[in-house]
């Protein structure tokens, strides 16, 4: 999306505590309370709509855990959360290479790609 002619991106250091955000044309965000909730917000999201059965989801008091990925989505950081999903897809793309093959051609994905 960067360097889009007609949207100008400015410069982290021209931003200083507050940065432009072109796609929502409007400055954003602009404190860390503000960062927090947007955390929040799309740890919310990513927990509801990660692809398990809802009854597997756990969210009392404020909690977002998945009984089936067995992931804590309030408390593990992305990139653990990432690091996970990765690991199950390799292993799946071994379990399963016919239908890993079937969602690659899908996507005109070769082969050779989907290991580097
Ligand atoms: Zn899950």
Known sequence: MSGQEGI???LVSEAQDVQYNPLAN???PTSI????EDNTILRKLLWINHGCDRSALYGDDGEMQCNKCMIDFKRMSAKEIQTIWRSRWHK???EHPEEVKKILDKYGITSDDSEQ
């Open 33 to 36: 309370e503000e960062l927090e």
């Open 8 to 10: 100008p991106i400015p």
């Open 92 to 94: 799946y793309v071994k």
């Open 26 to 28: 409007q400055f954003y």
